[in-house]
Structure formats: C-alpha cells, structure tokens
C-alpha cells in the first residue's frame, strides 16, 4: 500500500497568513493527489484533485502543487472559515489511502 | 442539489451484522462509480470499498474483504454496504461518496456519515 504523510500534524496561524501544508507519498504518484477539508462534524470536503486542479466552488485562496512523491497545499490569505482540518489522498493506486491530516487552528 | 443520505448506523455485538444504505439525489446516480469511506475515531480516513456504474465490479480494503459486500440498486439510486462479523476495529463513521475519475480516483460528493459502533 501507498503510505502518505503530512506535515506540520498542526499548524497555529492567523487571519491573512500564508499557510503551506506537505503531503509526501511513500512512491511515486504522478499527480494523482487530492487534498480535502474537514471541519469538525462535517464530512469532507474536495478542494483540490490532479494535485492542482482547483473543485468547482473553492475559492482561489487554495491552491496545490507537486508531482511523484511531494505535494504542497498552499492558502493564501487564511480566512476564519479556513480553520479545519486538511488531508491528502493518492488516487493511484487501490487501497486508495490518506494523509493523517494537518489541523490548522487560530493562533 | 446533489445529495447522499447515509442510514442505518447503530450500535452492534462483536461478530454481528449491519447494513448501510445511502439514498442519491440531484444527478444520475447510475452514471458513477460510488465509494464508501470511514474515519475512526481520532485517527483519519480509510477507503473501504467501491463499486462501478453498473455494479459489475467491486473492490474493498483488505481488512474487510470477506466480511463486507458493497451493493448498489440505481432503480432506487441507492449505495449499500452490508457488514457481517463486525469487530471493535470497525467502530467509524461511514460515509458514502461518489467518484470523480479524472485522472485518478477521487470523492466529490460526500454524506454526512453513519455512525457505527460495534461494542458489548
């Protein structure tokens, strides 16, 4: 199985700060990569899919790149509605695995 | 609006059984490979299992082959997933997605989740 990990787990910010979150694959994926956002309660949500291809919906603070093993999801400007939790997944390979999850919380 | 409607969570025995349902609405639910995803408590998400269009084909995590079997009746858009011989490690909530293949497998419309208890 493809193993994923994220890093920082937890990441303290404020409103308007640049946040980066890394997502690593234990093999080459290509650009198969998704990041999700979950807020506590919620499902989650599809931000980001082909490691860079913005979901309909999701605003252009949010953004990915990356390629084979190392992704990046970058936000912008962090908004009070961005305090969530953010996970990866490979999507090339069955099982279809995730990141642990990075939570970014208010500093 | 697109929708999924997970159902049918409860708590449960060890080696007892249970059945999911997820009720679609708002696109052509036959048109799309569907998926079941869980997230256990204080840990993250795992896939489980997903079927094709059609139902022809059908995968699962290894942890649960042989003891859960995902279904689907697009005459009643509705996604199953039966789970027998539960165990304490299956404790989750369930959540029913539906596929976007683009380019990989990924979930782009999710339920808001079943929740799942297996304990004595």
């Known amino acids: 199985d493809i193993q994923m990990t994220q890093s920082p787990s937890s990441v303290s910010a404020s409103v308007g700060d640049r946040v980066t979150i890394t997502c690593r694959a234990s093999q080459d994926i290509s650009n198969w990569l998704a990041w999700y956002q979950q807020k506590p309660g919620k499902a989650p949500k599809l931000l980001i899919y082909v490691a860079s291809s913005l979901q309909s919906g999701v605003p252009s603070r949010f953004s990915g790149s990356g390629s084979g093993t190392d992704f990046t999801l970058t936000i912008s400007s962090l908004q009070p509605e961005d305090f969530a939790t953010y996970f990866c997944q490979q999507a090339n390979t069955f099982p279809l695995t995730f990141g642990p999850g990075t939570k970014v919380d208010i500093k | 609006e697109v929708q999924l409607v997970e159902s049918g969570g409860g708590l449960v025995q060890p080696g007892g059984s249970l059945r999911l349902s997820c009720a679609a609405s708002g696109f052509t639910f036959s048109n799309y490979w569907m998926t079941w995803v869980r997230q256990t408590p204080g840990q993250g998400l795992e896939w489980v299992a997903n079927?094709?269009?059609?139902?022809?084909?059908?995968d699962y995590v290894e942890s649960v082959k042989g003891r859960f079997t995902i279904s689907r009746d697009n005459a009643k858009n509705s996604l199953y997933l039966q789970m027998n011989s539960l165990r304490a490690d299956d404790t989750a909530v369930y959540y029913c997605a539906r596929a976007l293949l683009i380019r990989g497998y990924y979930m782009d419309v999710w339920g808001k989740g079943s929740t799942v208890t297996v304990s004595s």
């Open positions: 079927i094709k269009q059609d139902g022809s084909e059908q």
